[in-house]
């Protein structure tokens, strides 16, 4: 028997498989495509997402691969400056291709043990008491003790499991693609900023090798919306919104999305989990999809792994819907908020000029900021301080960075008062010295960087301890 079958070898998809891995967890993926599709869907990681991947080494090579934006812009595409203090050593978008970050991290899993079986996928699931029973399009069986979901928003994990999907149909369409232009960069760059003065829906630029990704209104809502656009479609609408279609040729990938909004009623059906867009889709505004699915990922990885290793306190894989669920919901109710802002009526313009006025307020540009980033969440862990559930920013410590140390996803206990201890728990939990960078007398942090405990008390660490990190060794 398999320990995790995850569906879908996506960024969500390959980020929890290594951090399974990470804990010994036996990990096959499942992916019904025969090689990465290579669309570029997502076009960067923002602030949480980075530092996720700076805890787990991964940071230099992505730094490698992309740019770093300093640049405000990303709740409703109102161009405000970041505050120069923000709580974060990575104040910064990064600019990569999806496909490179799939590649990164797909690299990473297989490097930690996972495996890939491609050019198959999921078309029954059955479970019972032990796990579940995958039937694969290729006509075989295989028994895993769990099995999670993230194979997209037309998940067929979802389907299959039973868990319903409710929100709103999508009431808007755009065609997406990558396109070899005979316009001049300038021209391309002119006309964008013309068209983009009414329609903040329309854009064009170079994603490298020499071709544009362009994104476009379609002229309706379709019925068969996993089939690509043809591309005279794609050039009417561009003439239709620019009045030119740049020369556009040679399509590389051209696809459809929408701005249908839903939220899974559940994470989890018994042995079957959901994670990525299999349990949540929104429209793209804030550029939020991607992270929302990685972070899900580095949540639920270590909950799972301590079910799997027998560890896990009582409720502890409960908690992944508990704490990521409601993440979700806001995310979703953020970005309507970005599609009210873009619309061109009347009434959705005069709120933008009103919130573009708002954010001149520190407080409020700051506010926005932390939320798409997502370095603004706190998981609700119960009373205390204000610093638990929340995430640390990376800081110095006498043996190394913080986030240096949190590459092997464990438990992480912080000692600035020297009177702390790990005992009993320092095969799941490790102990550092901290410096007066540190607020508290001692914090514990969670394998996913969240902050359990804060405080100077031996009985409350123990209790953290114990909560979320099962009963001590002997």
């Avoid at 008491?129 to 069986?141: F, I, N, P, R, Y």
């Amino acid at each position: 028997m398999i320990d995790v079958i995850i569906i879908g070898a996506g960024p969500a998809g390959m980020m929890l498989a290594a951090e399974l891995r990470l804990h010994g967890v036996d990990v096959l993926v499942i992916e019904r495509e025969a090689q990465p599709h290579g669309q570029v869907r997502a076009l960067g990681l923002h602030v949480r997402s980075i530092e996720i991947l700076d805890q787990r080494g991964l940071l230099d090579e992505m730094l490698a691969h992309g740019t770093q934006y300093r640049v405000g812009g990303f709740f409703g595409g109102i161009d405000k400056p970041w505050p120069d203090d923000l709580d974060t050593a990575h104040g910064y978008v990064l600019g990569i291709p999806q496909p490179v970050t799939e590649s990164v991290l797909t690299a990473h899993a297989l490097a930690l043990g996972a495996r890939i079986r491609r050019a198959t996928e999921a078309t029954g699931l059955e479970q019972d008491a032990e796990g579940v029973t995958v039937q694969l399009s290729d006509g075989t069986d295989l028994r895993a003790r769990y099995v999670v979901g993230c194979d997209g928003g037309r998940s067929t994990v979802r389907t299959l499991a039973g868990i319903g999907f409710p929100g709103e149909a999508a009431t808007a369409e755009w065609l997406l693609g990558e396109v070899e232009l005979t316009a001049s960069p300038d021209e391309v760059a002119a006309v964008v900023t013309r068209v983009r003065q009414t329609q903040r829906g329309f854009g064009v630029g170079p994603s490298g090798d020499g071709f544009f990704r362009a994104v476009v209104p379609a002229a309706s809502v379709t019925e068969h919306r996993t089939e690509p656009p043809a591309f005279e479609e794609f050039t009417a609408q561009l003439r239709a919104h620019a009045g030119t279609d740049f020369g556009a040729h040679s399509p590389r990938w051209l696809s459809r999305f929408t701005n249908a909004t839903r939220l899974a009623d559940r994470y989890r059906a018994g042995h079957v989990l959901l994670a990525g867009d299999a349990a949540h889709v929104h429209p793209p505004q804030g550029g939020q999809g991607l992270n929302l699915g990685i972070q899900d990922a580095v949540n639920l990885g270590w909950k799972l792994a301590a079910e799997i290793a027998g560890w896990a306190p009582p409720g502890l894989l409960d908690t992944y819907e508990a704490e990521r669920r409601p993440v979700a919901d806001d995310v979703l109710n953020t970005t309507r908020v970005q599609s009210e802002l873009q619309s061109t009526a009347p009434g959705p313009q005069a709120v933008r000029r009103l919130m573009a006025e708002l954010m001149d307020l520190d407080g409020v540009n700051r506010y926005l900021i932390e939320k798409i980033t997502g370095i603004g969440i706190r998981y609700d862990l119960g009373p205390g301080p204000d610093l638990v559930g929340r995430r640390l920013r990376d800081m110095a410590l006498p043996e190394g960075r913080l986030y240096a140390l949190m590459h092997a996803g464990r438990g992480l206990l912080l000692d600035r008062s020297g009177q702390l201890s790990n005992a009993g728990w320092d095969d799941r939990v490790d102990r550092v010295v901290a410096t007066d960078e540190m607020d508290a007398a001692g914090v514990l942090l969670r394998p996913d960087g969240y902050v359990a405990w804060a405080g100077d008390d031996d009985a409350g660490l123990r209790d953290a301890m114990e909560r979320w990190f099962g009963e001590p060794s002997a």
